[in-house]
């Protein structure tokens, strides 16, 4: 019982300081801002341009360096944890600070300490170059990913910094506005599978090159269906831009009920869900890595190299839950009521209303998170024809359907209505599936039985 | 606990396998509520801690730190009985010594300076790596004076010396006297008189079967447990 309340307290406590850290990141930002006008611009007079660089460099530091990072580092430490839970284990508890082993969070330091201290092994004939370059190729783009991922709404610079009141400029926990927005997603998540695959073929082993080739059928084979599954969104909102899908899942469209992705493309999500899944390469689509069977891509790779491929992996989690929240479960929109939003902005000093719509996006992020860990813990991997069926043969045409029937509903009915309740029936159709405990016949197994003898 | 899955087709939800994923969630989820929220029971009788709604699934042992006690005919570490003075009760009669099969025990009998009638061992010394862990020693010993009763297996060690165990790691635990003890009959004169009032008050029948009250566990019972693994089968029959 003493249990119970410390988590739940814990629980509250750890959902109010994301909400004061993305209050204290939205004070970064603007400061940053105003400080670079003040700095470089001209007196009197505010330069957008100057802004908007301060902040996005403040944005930088605070969303990919921080939360990206340490988002991603604590999940090393939560796939052990959660894993323990989910599975009525302890988990990780040997390491201690005074006599607690908090949570786990200590493995984090020695899990650090033992990659960067570990001895450099490298394949003598492995093509150097290319082997020294394939973990950053696998690093990189995860972070260029969350550069187009809104956290938070965007607030009038007035409210932050005294001087800029009136200016009409905005601040957002957003690095880049790029008006391609999901095109810029595709291209950059295609160039993953740079890493995985070189990483196989520079090895110079065949188990390495093995788990390269894996990854790179299997990644390609996805985007697919992760670019079309995406269309639907695209088409129900108008816009390529996070930043803008997200504003217009505020807006009712059926009775109190937002606009929310996963209202209007249910069908969306779950293909996305798992292709995206698919994309990062874990259990049950991790074939790449197949540690039973193949040792996978980074076989060759030793010490922080390893460590960087290990980490891409988890940031990637982090990122695709950013995405997905962005995309389908309302961004930063606190509560899937229409309205909210709204009333919370006119009745919140406008940093506090920022900061509680970032902390939200973050709990929104960590859930998914979460959600990913469990999938990765309740399923077994996938054969490989399957992996390549489930692609082929399910998802590509589930993804096809999916776009006519929005197109199609949309074009009846721009209001979305028509696409809303097309939605609620779908969602509805998948909660009796999941809910109907129908056993089957007795007599269905005993006939075979019966006509054998 | 195993249960049986009958071996029928899939129906045509899980066929579907989408919605059967989902369930699974649900119920993976429950576990992971059900640990977060409510702490493990620390009981070593897994089977009785409490289980259902309110409660951690977890049933894990830790360990070094927690140890489930071996169950009472459980043969462990060797030990010398004393008595109340501090004495072995051994009376070095080499019994066990030659029931040994693995000759792991070596003896060298002593007289007490002011007691010419009874001796005592001088050297008793158990060679636990050659020990075959039998239990003969015990039962060939008139006196009571060596038990296998401590719960212990034999410790780790990084030497073998340290695992070759003379009479004064041996002699440990409980003091224990019967009335039936020739020390006591005829007030041996190398026991201080306060020690002998002592031990006579102390004093009990000689046991007639081997298992005694140290072996056993608080909470621990054989029979209760054999009765719920009755239980079990009987339902899993039905």
């Known amino acids: ?453 | 606990m195993p249960y049986q899955l009958d071996n029928r087709p899939p129906d045509l939800r899980e066929q579907m396998y989408f919605p059967e994923i989902i369930r699974g969630i649900g119920t993976v989820t429950a576990h992971f509520f059900r640990n977060l929220f409510f702490s493990r029971d620390a009981n070593p009788d897994i089977l009785a801690r409490p289980r259902g709604l309110g409660y951690s699934d977890n049933v894990t042992l830790q360990y070094p730190e927690e140890k489930q006690p071996y169950p009472p005919g459980y043969r462990g570490l060797h030990r010398l009985v004393p008595r109340e003075d501090g004495k072995p009760r051994c009376v070095a009669c080499y019994m066990c010594a030659t029931a040994c099969p693995a000759q792991c025990i070596y003896i060298e009998a002593a007289e007490y300076p002011d007691d010419p009638v009874e001796k005592y061992p001088a050297r008793f010394v158990i060679d636990e790596l050659r020990c075959v862990v039998c239990g003969f020693c015990v039962e060939a010993c008139p006196k009571d004076a060596i038990r296998m009763d401590t719960g212990e297996h034999a410790p780790p060690s990084y030497t073998r010396e340290a695992q070759v165990l003379d009479e004064k790691r041996l002699l440990r635990g409980e003091p224990v006297s019967y009335q039936s003890d020739p020390w006591l009959r005829r007030d041996a004169p190398s026991i201080p008189a306060d020690k002998l009032a002592e031990m006579k008050a102390n004093a009990r029948p000689f046991p007639s079967v081997a298992t005694d009250e140290y072996a056993q566990t608080p909470g621990f019972s054989v029979r209760a447990l054999a009765a719920e693994a009755r239980d079990r089968a009987e339902r899993a029959r039905r």
């Open chain 1, 1 to 453: 019982v003493k249990r119970f309340f410390g988590m739940s307290l814990a629980l509250v406590l750890i959902v109010v300081a994301l909400m004061g850290l993305a209050g204290v990141f939205y004070l970064a930002a603007g400061w940053l801002g105003w400080g670079f006008n003040l700095a470089f611009g001209r007196d009197g007079t505010v330069d957008p341009a100057l802004v908007h660089f301060g902040a996005s460099i403040a944005n930088v530091l605070t969303l990919m360096m921080v939360v990206l990072m340490i988002s991603g580092s604590l999940l090393t430490v939560a796939e052990r944890k959660w894993s323990a839970l989910l599975q009525n284990r302890i988990g990780a508890n040997r390491i201690t600070i005074g006599g607690s082993p908090m949570g786990g969070i200590p493995y984090l330091a020695a899990d650090a300490l033992k990659m960067l201290t570990k001895e450099r092994v490298e394949p003598v004939a492995a093509t150097r170059f290319l082997y020294e370059l394939a973990p950053l190729l696998s690093f990189a783009p995860v972070f260029c990913l969350f550069a187009i991922v809104p956290v938070g709404p965007p607030i009038d610079l007035g409210a932050i910094a005294a001087g800029a009141v009136g200016s009409g400029q905005h601040v957002a926990l957003q690095v880049a506005k790029i008006d391609t927005g999901l095109l810029y997603l595709f291209a950059i998540a295609s160039l993953q599978v740079y890493g995985t695959s070189l990483a196989g073929w520079a090895s110079n082993n065949k188990l390495a090159l093995l788990g390269g080739v894996r990854a790179s059928s299997q990644m390609i084979s996805y985007e697919v269906s992760l670019g079309l599954s995406l269309v639907g969104t695209m088409m129900a909102y108008r816009t390529l831009q996070l930043d803008e899908m997200v504003a217009a899942q505020g807006q009712a469209v059926l009775g109190l009920a937002p606009g929310w992705g996963l209202l209007l493309q249910p069908v969306g999500f779950l293909i996305f869900f798992t292709s995206g899944f698919a994309e990062t390469k874990r259990a049950p689509f991790d074939l790449p890595e197949g540690e039973s069977e193949i040792v996978g891509y980074f076989l060759e790779y030793s010490g922080m190299k390893f460590g960087m491929m290990f980490l891409a992996e988890f940031l990637e989690i982090a990122v695709f839950a950013g995405v997905i929240t962005a995309v389908f479960l309302g961004g930063w929109h606190p509560l899937p009521i229409a309205g909210v939003t709204e009333w919370l902005r006119l009745n919140l000093h406008p940093l506090a209303f920022a900061a509680v719509c970032g902390g939200v996006f973050l709990v929104k992020m960590i859930v998914m998170m979460w959600l990913q860990l469990v999938i990765r813990w309740l399923l077994p991997r996938f054969r490989y024809d399957q992996i390549q069926q489930l692609c082929w043969k399910i998802l590509l045409p589930a993804a096809l359907a999916n776009i006519f029937v929005t197109g199609a509903a949309i074009l009846l009915d721009p209001s979305l209505k028509l696409l809303a309740t097309l939605g609620v029936i779908t969602i509805v159709v998948v909660a009796v599936l999941v809910g109907a405990t129908g056993k089957a016949p007795a007599a269905a197994h005993a006939e075979p039985h019966a006509a054998g003898h």
